[in-house]
T-cell receptor
Framework: GNSVTQMEGPVTLSEEAFLTINCTYT??????LFWYVQYPGEGLQLLLK?????DKGSNKVFEATYRKETTSFHLEKGSVQVSDSAVYFC????????????FGQGTILTVHP | DTAVSQTPKYLVTQMGNDKSIKCEQN?????MYWYKQDSKKFLKIMFS???????INETVPNRFSPKSPDKAHLNLHINSLELGDSAVYFC????????????FGNGTRLTVT
């Protein structure tokens, strides 16, 4: 079956540090890949997505590249802010079941001033 | 305007009671979902409905019964609540059968005492 594995958290960084959250996946086909973010007390929001190999998903500050050879979709940001403190979820959609996303276990990020 | 809204935000109840959570989306999406998030932030799909028809039912106890009166609403009724049902329940919606992103509500935190 499909699965998504994220790096263990929590991750603690100082403001302006570089962020990487690792994500690897297992899928039988060619999934679409997503990163979602969950701020405290809120639901998940889409951060970015990539639908095919070598695509770079981006929302101008976060980015992730779909690497089929390493089955990875690592999230990066060049300079984190305190407001980036949240839980980050990597997810995949394989298209065989209506909208059913397989989520990773989530990575808690805390950014200190 | 809130895209996916669910009520109540908090629900505290005793074991054995029956409770309902309501969800509405104003995005015109065809597909709606219920996800359960446990205390470790792990997200698991429970149900999905497409145009009022049940599509996904992920080995959820039959004490949980979703109801979709129309494609903009998906309610969750839970009978005979148990301590292990304590979690945050998220409603979500998306366009059917595509890799379109899910739009989540802000969650209902259910505490069973």
């Amino acid at each position: 079956g499909n699965s998504v594995t994220q790096m263990e958290g929590p991750v603690t960084l100082s403001e302006e540090a570089f962020l990487t959250i690792n994500c690897t996946y297992t899928a039988t086909g060619y999934p679409s890949l997503f990163w979602y973010v969950q701020y405290p007390g809120e639901g998940l929001q889409l951060l970015l997505k990539a639908t095919k190999a070598d695509d770079k998903g981006s929302n101008k500050v976060f980015e992730a590249t779909y690497r089929k050879e390493t089955t990875s979709f690592h999230l990066e940001k060049g300079s984190v802010q305190v407001s980036d403190s949240a839980v980050y979820f990597c997810a995949l959609y394989e298209g065989t079941s209506y909208g059913k996303l397989t989520f990773g276990q989530g990575t808690i990020l805390t950014v200190h001033p | 305007d809130t895209a996916v809204s669910q009520t109540p935000k908090y629900l505290v109840t005793q074991m054995g009671n029956d409770k309902s959570i309501k969800c509405e989306q104003n995005l015109g999406h065809d597909t709606m979902y219920w996800y359960k998030q446990d205390s470790k932030k792990f997200l698991k799909i429970m149900f999905s409905y497409n145009n009022k028809e049940l599509i996904i039912n992920e080995t959820v106890p039959n004490r949980f019964s979703p109801k979709s009166p129309d494609k903009a609403h998906l309610n969750l009724h839970i009978n005979s609540l148990e301590l292990g049902d304590s979690a945050v329940y998220f409603c979500a919606s998306s366009q059917a059968g595509t890799s379109s992103p899910l739009h989540f509500g802000n969650g209902t935190r259910l505490t069973v005492t």
